[in-house]
């Protein structure tokens, strides 16, 4: 009791004494100058070293005053309570009141430290802000990322995002995204170069790279419900898509671009297609170009070269490797054609409406037209010369021509002769036929000696047993089960009943899958329709990756 009061008069005497600051110490050190109270304890025993307590206290939220009754501006109090409810809640720590709430010191495991933190709670503890006000994050006192109080998006480069992310780099790359085998970006400022001949462009607004295998530089898809297209490029000023496959030294024959559609659904109607293009051009009169649905160039100075390859399989008696037609702009006047084809069982190189015409560049007469002529059914045609002697002449056919007609007494072969300078011949009538000659014998035993030309028309064996006028196939999207009656010929071929020819392959006794190019659509054959995609391995669709 006396150590006590021994110690409030002396505190007594130094509050009178020196009432710009105070210090408690036990060496009678000066307080410091900057500050109004200055506790040393450096001059106690280790054992008796001491600290400050502050007043303890039980808050209730931080936007609570109370338990203090008005508190003053910065009145630090410890708090001991878990109360409240976010973001006003109040857990065990040291607050000071901020003139309308308690705050928090930056201290303990609810402060962000340069060290990291531990004993978050994600539902609790963020870093940001309370109001709606941008949140932002800077390096060297510059601004880097801004998150807009009012909608939260993020701007990196831009303190006004249009977009939940936006990111502008300036002259610079913007996004780079990368993983062990791949890498892209999004925005990219730096010249990319490709091809030979070499071409650049200075950038792109995605790029992604992909330089091992078994990986794809980019993938898209539409699934489920989605009902818009997995890629779509738009372009006002220059091509929507280019493709570039540099081949120099592969041994995989790829194709530039590659589309594969799988239908299976056996009540899907109308038109399936791999690939389809549409070119629309304006109304207006006085066009001076061209409209073009698909332009093929095939450009090869030294190897066979083929613009445009066609094959169709199908078991269907309606098929072919390609089809053609044109019409008015009102959708009338028109004709089409269809190209190696099969319609109700007839084959046909080319079938379609109108006549097959030859167009003549002539410097005298201007570019001319000339047209095939069409008869009921299929005929060969040949000619030749022969000399008559004392009224007689014997005609062998060509062998090849020989095997491949046919000759009965439904299809003998037809002669028509004309005399050479013999003006009183008398004609001559075909005699002793065989299938591989006859003689021609001068009527009323005339006896002339001359030439005679001679044109022959004979049945083919392709096609044998189609018979007169058959039935013919209408345009392409009209499908046999709804062709009207009115279009139904009279003569409906059995194709079980026509003779045609071997397969190319059948005759020659070739492996298809062997001659077929690495790369290509094995063209005929068990295989046919699959892809040749390697020495000996087929497959039925073309793979995504190189073999």
Same mark, same amino acid.
């Given at each position: 009791m006396r150590k006590t009061l021994t110690i409030l008069t002396l505190l007594s005497s130094v509050l009178a004494a020196k009432s710009q600051n105070i210090g408690i110490n036990i060496n009678g050190t000066a307080p410091n100058a900057s500050a109004l109270l200055d506790i040393d304890g450096t001059g106690l025993p280790a054992n008796g070293q001491r600290g400050l307590l502050i007043p303890r206290v039980a808050l209730t939220a931080t936007n609570a005053a109370a338990p203090v009754t008005t508190p003053a501006t910065s009145l630090l109090v410890y708090?001991?309570?878990?109360?409240?409810?976010?973001?006003?809640?109040v857990t065990p720590g *040291?607050?000071?009141? %901020?003139?309308?709430?308690?705050?928090? *010191? %930056?201290t303990g495991p609810t402060a962000w430290t340069t060290l990291g933190n531990a004993g978050t709670v994600a539902a609790t503890n963020f870093l940001g802000t309370t109001d709606n006000v941008d949140f932002v994050l800077r390096t060297n006192n510059v601004e880097r990322l801004r998150a807009l109080g009012a909608n939260g998006r993020i701007g990196i480069g831009t303190t006004a995002p249009t977009s939940l992310l936006e990111v502008n780099s300036g002259a610079g790359d913007a996004v780079f995204?990368?993983?062990?085998?791949?890498?892209?970006?999004?925005?990219?400022?730096?010249?990319?170069? *490709? %091809? /030979?001949?070499? $071409? /650049?462009?200075q950038g792109a607004g995605l790029y992604a790279n992909n330089p091992a295998a078994? @990986?794809?530089?980019? @993938?898209? $898809?539409?699934?489920?419900?989605?009902?818009?297209?997995a890629s779509v490029n738009f372009s006002d000023v220059w091509i929507a898509s280019y493709n570039y496959v540099q081949n120099g030294l592969a041994g995989f024959n790829p194709s530039a671009s590659y589309s594969q559609l799988n239908v299976t659904n056996p009540a899907l109607g109308g038109v399936q297609a791999a690939f389809r293009s549409y070119s629309d051009r304006g109304t207006a009169a006085g066009n001076p170009g061209f409209t073009v649905g698909e332009q093929a160039t095939a450009n090869a100075q030294n190897q066979d070269a083929f613009a445009v390859v066609g094959s169709a399989f199908s078991n269907s008696l309606t098929r072919a490797g390609g089809y053609f037609e044109s019409y008015d702009y009102g959708g009338l006047a028109n004709a089409y054609a269809y190209v190696g084809t099969a319609v109700? %069982?007839?084959?046909?190189k080319i079938t379609g409406t109108n006549a097959v015409s030859e167009i003549v560049p002539t410097a005298k007469h201007g570019r001319i037209m000339l047209t095939c002529p069409e008869s009921p059914e299929y005929w060969y045609q040949d000619y030749g010369t022969v000399q008559l002697v004392n009224g007689h002449a014997h005609v062998d056919l060509d062998p090849i021509l020989a095997d491949i007609i046919m000759v009965n007494d439904e299809y003998p072969v037809r002669v028509f002769c004309t005399p050479v300078d013999m003006l009183a011949f008398n004609g001559v009538a075909q005699m002793n036929r065989t299938a591989t000659g006859f003689d021609l014998v001068e009527l009323n035993g005339g006896t002339h000696s001359g030439t005679l030309d001679y044109q022959l028309v004979v049945k083919p064996k392709t096609g044998f047993g189609e018979g007169r006028f058959p039935q013919a196939p209408g345009p392409a999207w009209l499908k046999k089960d709804l062709e009207p009656a009115s279009a139904r010929a009279a003569n409906q071929p059995d194709p079980s009943k026509v003779f045609y020819w071997p397969s190319d392959h059948e005759v020659y006794g070739y492996d298809v899958d062997k001659v077929t190019p690495v790369g290509a659509s094995v063209a005929a054959g068990p295989n046919a329709g699959k892809m040749k995609v390697a020495e000996g391995v087929i497959m039925d669709h073309y793979p995504a990756e190189r073999p």
């Open positions: 708090n001991t309570a878990t109360a409240g409810v976010v973001p006003n809640n *040291f607050y000071y009141w %901020g003139g309308a709430a308690w705050i928090r *010191f %930056g995204g990368h993983s062990t085998n791949v890498g892209g970006y999004l925005g990219r400022e730096t010249n990319i170069s *490709f %091809g /030979t001949p070499l $071409q /650049t462009i078994g @990986y794809t530089s980019m @993938y898209t $898809q539409s699934t489920g419900a989605a009902t818009v297209a109700t %069982g007839v084959l046909r």
